[in-house]
């Protein structure tokens, strides 16, 4: 029988090569000695953690972090049919991501609802110049915990405090965490608009969410 | 009572440390450069020296007598006429004004003329007017005049330009799609800037400043770098200054290679290479500012990344000092206690050659 801390370390490093077949072959593996949600949890979310890492650390870019959250949706995908009645549609939280009107920044955002859902938030990222009230909308469509708003540009900045406003003004801002990035946004920002969170970069953001949600 | 300075969070706000506490956030800082970096940190002289510069009481402080640096500008005469939320502070004057101001007035020692859009992009419809500019203003200055503006690749995917949005396809994950978007915006990128630059030249332009370099990433970065090989070949005199976006080239494409070296990734002390390598004269460094983070820490880290950036430099280093960069706090009208200190650290510890 096969060592079970070798299982998911072959997983999580079957991630970070960012290569699908790898990653399949290395799940149908663990699969036969351990149960699914441990090599979701502690095999395929730890090696895309280690990947946003890596990202951040400048030894892994853009390209691989793609292919990485594409092999891990795979690796998910195989092992989907043996769990648990109930785990299959288990997500941490609910999320509603995107940028602001105005603003046609949308890589940054990207990267942050790529980690998010490779950490298993459900995310519903609406790209780039988002109309302040389709966060509302979607929020409520989707009943989200959390809206995530990025701005890229200080011209931009605002529209975080009017979505902020606008979730007030629909009564919905006691049941929804937001929370703002983007290169002039900062904590201090943050604290002055009322938002629940700042978050400097893509893995701060998933740490953060798991703080205010789970 | 323990005494406690005044200093900043990144973000601009006000803090009071103990000097134990400042010399700590700048060990730590310090390490977090030479950890990312793979370079050394900081020595205990110099940590000493940096924590005496930011615990000085003066409101500004200054250089040593015989230390001073050339000073230049970018983003033209925006500073002075924008108006628009993007760093001016809304003066009605003209270029013309705004450069001969900045000589006679400010103490420049170099100016660039740019477009209100200051990208090259945008300059090609108007490149006539931005000639007669630059020969009026050249009629009217000594200190040397550079044409400036920003390479901003990204303004030539959609919406802004022909080519498919990379981040769009990346989402598709078509990523060898993405990447030949990268290549031709870069090749494309390449030619406008020689073209801009060409004409510019030959109004009497004394060089260019490429201004934020690499902010679509490592593509970015290909194309001022082919841009800057071929203006070297074609105008041997002129005058090529490359200024980056920020600290780490950000692998957008993650394979392109320029002179052999994989462009995704590299910090100052490596893109400095490369810089002098394409033909440049002078290479602008940044250093990003975490606004979660005191200014100990963040100038300890700015110094410890440009100083590795200076004694790798084959060229001069002008040090990117200004909002959310060399260890000065992310606010539009930058503090003045934070702006002079971390320029005397710029200048006496990581030594560079001008800001």
């Given at each position: 029988?096969?060592?079970?801390?070798?299982?998911?370390?072959?997983?999580?490093?079957?991630?970070?090569?960012?290569?699908?077949?790898?990653?399949?072959e290395?799940?149908?593996?663990?699969?036969?000695?351990?149960?699914?949600?441990?090599?979701?949890?502690?095999?395929?979310?730890?090696?895309?953690?280690?990947?946003?890492?890596?990202?951040?650390?400048?030894k892994?870019?853009?390209?691989?972090?793609?292919?990485?959250?594409?092999?891990?949706t795979?690796?998910?995908?195989?092992?989907?049919?043996?769990?648990?009645?109930?785990?299959?549609?288990?997500?941490?939280?609910?999320?509603?991501?995107?940028?602001?009107?105005?603003?046609?920044?949308?890589?940054?955002?990207?990267?942050?609802?790529?980690?998010?859902?490779?950490?298993?938030?459900?995310?519903y990222?609406?790209?780039?110049?988002?109309?302040?009230?389709n966060?509302?909308?979607?929020?409520?469509?989707?009943?989200?915990?959390?809206?995530?708003?990025?701005?890229?540009?200080?011209?931009?900045?605002?529209?975080?405090?009017?979505?902020?406003?606008?979730?007030?003004?629909?009564g919905?801002?006691?049941?929804?965490?937001?929370?703002?990035?983007?290169?002039?946004?900062?904590?201090?920002?943050?604290?002055?608009?009322?938002?629940?969170?700042?978050?400097?970069?893509?893995?701060?953001?998933?740490?953060?969410?798991?703080?205010?949600?789970? | 009572?323990?005494?406690?300075?005044?200093?900043?969070?990144?973000?601009?706000?006000?803090?009071?440390?103990t000097?134990?506490?400042?010399?700590?956030?700048?060990?730590?800082?310090?390490?977090?450069?030479?950890?990312?970096?793979?370079?050394?940190?900081?020595?205990?002289?110099?940590?000493?020296k940096?924590?005496?510069?930011?615990?000085?009481p003066?409101?500004?402080?200054?250089?040593?007598?015989?230390?001073?640096?050339?000073?230049?500008?970018?983003?033209?005469?925006?500073?002075?006429?924008?108006?628009?939320?993007?760093?001016?502070?809304?003066?009605?004057?003209?270029?013309?004004?705004?450069?001969?101001?900045?000589?006679?007035?400010?103490?420049?020692?170099?100016?660039?003329?740019?477009?209100?859009?200051?990208?090259?992009?945008?300059?090609?419809?108007?490149?006539?007017?931005?000639?007669?500019?630059?020969?009026?203003?050249?009629?009217?200055?000594?200190?040397?005049?550079?044409?400036?503006a920003?390479p901003?690749?990204?303004?030539?995917?959609?919406?802004?330009?022909?080519?498919?949005?990379?981040?769009?396809?990346?989402?598709?994950?078509?990523?060898?799609?993405?990447?030949?978007?990268?290549?031709?915006?870069?090749?494309?990128?390449?030619r406008?800037?020689?073209?801009?630059?060409?004409?510019?030249f030959?109004?009497?332009?004394?060089?260019?400043?490429?201004?934020?370099?690499?902010?679509?990433?490592?593509?970015?970065?290909?194309?001022?770098?082919?841009?800057?090989?071929?203006?070297?070949?074609?105008?041997?005199?002129?005058?090529?200054?490359?200024?980056?976006?920020?600290?780490?080239?950000?692998?957008?494409h993650?394979?392109?290679?320029?002179?052999?070296?994989?462009?995704?990734?590299?910090?100052?002390?490596?893109?400095?290479?490369?810089?002098?390598?394409?033909?440049?004269?002078v290479?602008?460094?940044?250093?990003?500012?975490?606004?979660?983070?005191?200014?100990?820490?963040?100038?300890?880290?700015?110094?410890?990344?440009?100083?590795?950036?200076?004694?790798?430099?084959?060229?001069?280093?002008?040090?990117?000092?200004?909002?959310?960069?060399?260890?000065?706090?992310?606010?539009?009208?930058?503090?003045?206690?934070?702006?002079t200190?971390?320029?005397?650290?710029?200048?006496?510890?990581?030594?560079?050659?001008?800001?």
């Open positions: 029988m096969a060592d079970t801390e070798a299982l998911l370390n072959e997983v999580a490093n079957a991630v970070i090569s960012c290569k699908k077949d790898k990653v399949l290395a799940v149908e593996k663990a699969k036969t000695e351990l149960p699914p949600e441990e090599i979701i949890e502690k095999g395929l979310s730890a090696g895309m953690n280690q990947v946003g890492v890596l990202f951040e650390r400048g892994l870019f853009l390209p691989h972090v793609m292919m990485a959250a594409d092999a891990m795979a690796g998910v995908k195989l092992l989907e049919a043996d769990l648990p009645a109930g785990e299959k549609s288990k997500k941490l939280g609910v999320v509603v991501n995107g940028t602001v009107e105005g603003d046609v920044h949308d890589i940054g955002k990207s990267i942050v609802s790529t980690l998010l859902q490779s950490a298993g938030f459900e995310v990222d609406l790209g780039r110049d988002v109309p302040i009230r966060f509302i909308e979607k929020a409520k469509e989707v009943n989200a915990g959390m809206i995530g708003i990025s701005a890229l540009m200080t011209t931009t900045l605002q529209g975080q405090r009017e979505v902020i406003d606008l979730l007030k003004e629909e919905m801002r006691g049941k929804i965490k937001v929370m703002v990035g983007g290169a002039p946004a900062t904590q201090a920002w943050a604290e002055k608009i009322g938002a629940d969170c700042y978050a400097e970069n893509a893995s701060e953001a998933v740490a953060k969410a798991k703080e205010l949600l789970l | 009572m323990t005494t406690e300075y005044v200093l900043r969070m990144g973000d601009g706000k006000r803090i009071y440390l000097k134990e506490k400042i010399l700590s956030e700048i060990e730590d800082g310090s390490a977090n450069a030479a950890d990312l970096g793979e370079i050394p940190d900081l020595s205990a002289d110099e940590i000493d940096l924590a005496e510069i930011l615990m000085m003066g409101k500004s402080v200054s250089v040593e007598q015989g230390m001073e640096v050339p000073v230049t500008h970018d983003i033209g005469t925006i500073r002075l006429d924008g108006d628009q939320g993007n760093s001016g502070v809304g003066i009605p004057s003209s270029r013309l004004v705004g450069c001969m101001t900045h000589e006679r007035a400010f103490g420049a020692d170099t100016m660039e003329l740019g477009h209100i859009d200051y990208s090259f992009k945008p300059v090609k419809p108007v490149v006539s007017n931005e000639c007669q500019a630059m020969e009026v203003c050249q009629q009217n200055m000594i200190i040397p005049l550079f044409y400036g920003m901003n690749m990204g303004l030539y995917y959609t919406p802004d330009g022909p080519f498919e949005n990379p981040g769009d396809l990346m989402k598709l994950f078509k990523i060898d799609k993405a990447r030949g978007s990268m290549e031709h915006a870069a090749e494309h990128l390449t406008d800037m020689v073209w801009v630059m060409q004409k510019l030959a109004s009497g332009a004394d060089g260019v400043n490429f201004d934020t370099t690499a902010a679509a990433g490592d593509a970015d970065m290909y194309g001022t770098l082919r841009a800057v090989e071929i203006l070297r070949t074609q105008f041997p005199d002129m005058y090529i200054e490359v200024g980056m976006a920020g600290e780490m080239v950000l692998g957008m993650g394979e392109l290679e320029y002179d052999e070296v994989r462009l995704a990734g590299l910090w100052p002390h490596e893109q400095a290479l490369l810089v002098a390598k394409a033909g440049a004269n290479f602008g460094p940044v250093c990003n500012t975490n606004t979660s983070k005191t200014s100990a820490w963040n100038l300890a880290r700015a110094v410890t990344f440009i100083r590795a950036a200076v004694e790798a430099s084959p060229i001069p280093c002008h040090v990117n000092m200004g909002m959310g960069v060399g260890g000065i706090p992310m606010l539009e009208t930058p503090p003045i206690d934070a702006v200190r971390a320029s005397k650290a710029m200048v006496e510890i990581a030594g560079v050659d001008g800001i």
